[in-house]
């Protein structure tokens, strides 16, 4: 419901109507409702990137720190014997 993307167009909202009001002109006022289209598509996706490279990141060090049973009999890594 209250999703980042939520407060985003809510916030682009807010500054169409701002636009609205400062730009009487229906050229200027499309060039300005253009930008903040532009403005919102990008940060939805810079959002949306950010998300699934926490949930990634999250993921990856949980499956490390907390190995399933399945995953605990082979180590995320290998050691070598050392050559004497």
Do not use: C
């Amino acid at each position: 419901m209250f999703s980042p993307h939520f407060y985003i167009e809510s916030f682009q909202n807010t500054k169409k109507l701002v636009a609205d009001q400062i730009f009487k002109d229906p050229a200027l006022n499309k060039a300005a409702h253009t930008y903040i289209d532009s403005q919102t598509q990008f940060a939805k996706m810079a959002v949306t990137n950010t998300i699934n490279m926490a949930k990634y990141s999250a993921d990856s060090v949980s499956k490390v720190l907390f190995p399933q049973k399945e995953q605990a009999s082979k180590a995320p890594y290998k050691v070598e014997k050392e050559a004497n």
